[in-house]
């Protein structure tokens, strides 16, 4: 069974950086997809960033240019680099893993973002 664990975030003010660590365990597969989404208060999950076992990457537009999603080589783990955080950007961030039909999530971690 995959497991996931986020770390990383916390409170920064507008402009300032944050860095999310997701370390997963229990047999992560280089042919899976894994990613970063967020769900702020009143709002639905949507996806941040993800990334194949080839390293090929994908953005949503609100946060192209700004953040970058990548991974260690033995895919233990993948981060989320956010740049230029902005007040919008605070959400629940959570660590995803899917493999065909299998699919997991880690517990999430709280980013916020002051004006």
């Known amino acids: 069974q995959v497991q996931l664990e986020e770390s990383g975030g916390g409170a920064v003010q507008a402009g300032g950086s944050l860095k999310l660590t997701c370390s997963g365990s229990?047999?992560?597969?280089?042919?899976?997809?894994m990613g970063w989404y967020r769900q702020a208060p009143g709002k639905q999950r949507e996806l941040v960033a993800t990334i194949t076992g080839r390293g090929a990457t994908n953005y949503a537009e609100s946060v192209k240019g700004r953040f970058i999603i990548s991974r260690t080589t033995n895919w233990s783990a993948i981060f989320l680099q956010m740049n230029s955080l902005k007040p919008e950007d605070t959400a629940v961030y959570y660590c995803?893993?899917?493999?065909?039909?299998?699919?997991?999530w880690g517990q999430g971690t709280q980013v916020t973002v002051s004006s």
């Open positions: 229990g047999g992560i597969s280089s042919l899976s997809v």
């Open positions: 995803n893993y899917r493999r065909q039909t299998y699919e997991v």
